[in-house]
């Protein structure tokens, strides 16, 4: 049977209201808010009629979820893949909100997709495809309504068009509506490398409490796209040693520690780390290797699932810092705190990307372009915050960094809605 990843965000609701209704009085009251927040409160879903090249017309199933908005407009990117599913979307609307409330910016959670596989159709198709999803939206879209943003199979080129089109529609300039825009159009600097640098953020937060060294703390690395590099790169600046890191052909190890940028050279000259030639700098491993290698923190950065009920046993390490979204299984979860792992969890560690988009919104707002040192400190400063918040409540409460950043999310999320009175 597939599992819902909806029914999971529901049961991480569930899993922490009832640690948190102990803050509530009224008992009836707080019940009201947490089955509210089970639910998106709005799910649009539509047929896009688009014109192929051949000159047929074909139907696209689209969907895009407004899950609260109790904090400030709705935020979460559109995703075109095959999988897409009402059920995915509104799963990962609702872990925008629980995201956008752990670091505390003024946004609700949203998603969007379509059903298609982007590499199957023409540029001219994808074009086309993006402009009647953004007319679809526009009557509930806005700056102040809901911004959406890339996701995956989408970057700057996708909201290029769809902001042509939703201003076209409106009449007038609204660059804040849309996040994740090429520089020219409006985005911001700093945001490519904003999601690896929030997780480095969290690492050196956590390194310090936990009294780790850098140059004596070994890292290995699951993904090379833009988290994964990212992440390795800046935490190899500060001193951090990476011991592996993989894509999906396969990882290189070495205990002396990797040069990130060598391998990523060496990625664009062979196309994939199973391609590289032999070399005295690493050592070829599988995928399967990485995720038990002994090291002192393992950092999936590239799928979903990656550590579950299979693999959680031989995980070797004493902390998991999850850079993509959902890499540990809930029953993964479970076997690596019983074996004392610490798991700082990905609605923290990749809290990065949606805050510099936050920061592009409030740029944009303002018509004014921040320097890329600036975007940084900002980020460091909402990032370390939103760690020791955690870190203390995992502290008072003796409960996992998950539990904790999901009690501090829900209790921001239905305070706000208490506070509005819907309940
Ligand atoms: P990406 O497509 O740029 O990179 C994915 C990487 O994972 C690639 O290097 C790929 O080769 C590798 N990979 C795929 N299968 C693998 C396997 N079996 N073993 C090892 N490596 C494998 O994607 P990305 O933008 O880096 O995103 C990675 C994760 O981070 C996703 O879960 C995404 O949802 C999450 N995330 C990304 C952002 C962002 O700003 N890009 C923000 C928040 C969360």
Known sequence: MMISAFANAKKQIDDVAELL???????????????????????????LKVKLDTGKTKSFRAFRSQHNNARGP??????????????EIKALSTWM???????DIPYGGAKGGIIFDPKKVSESELQRICRAYAKFLTPHIGAWVDVPAPDVNTGEKEMAWMLETYEEKIGYHSPATFTGKPIALGGSLGRTEATGQGGVFVLESYAKHQGLERDKSTLAVQGFGNVGYWFSKLAEELGYKIVAVSDSSGGLYSSKGLE?????????????????????????ITNDKLLTLKADI???????NAISVTNAKNVNVKTVLEMANGPTTPEGEKILLRKKINVLPDVLCNAGGVTVSYFEWVQNLHGYQWTKERVNEELKVIITNAFEEIHTVVHQKKISYRKAAYYIAVKRIIDAMMLRGRI
């Open 97 to 103: 909100s629980i995201k956008c409330a752990v670091v």
């Open 298 to 304: 393992l950092v999936p950065a590239a799928l979903e």
């Open 21 to 47: 209704g102990e803050d509530y009085s009224n008992k009836k009251r707080f019940k009201i808010a947490v089955e509210l927040l089970k639910k998106p409160q709005r799910v649009l879903t539509t047929n």
């Open 74 to 87: 709705y935020k979460g990117g559109i995703r075109f893949h095959p999988n897409v599913s009402e059920d």
């Open 260 to 284: 990130i940028d060598e391998l990523a050279e060496l990625k664009e000259k062979h196309g994939s780390f199973s391609n590289l030639p032999r070399s005295k700098n690493y050592e070829l």
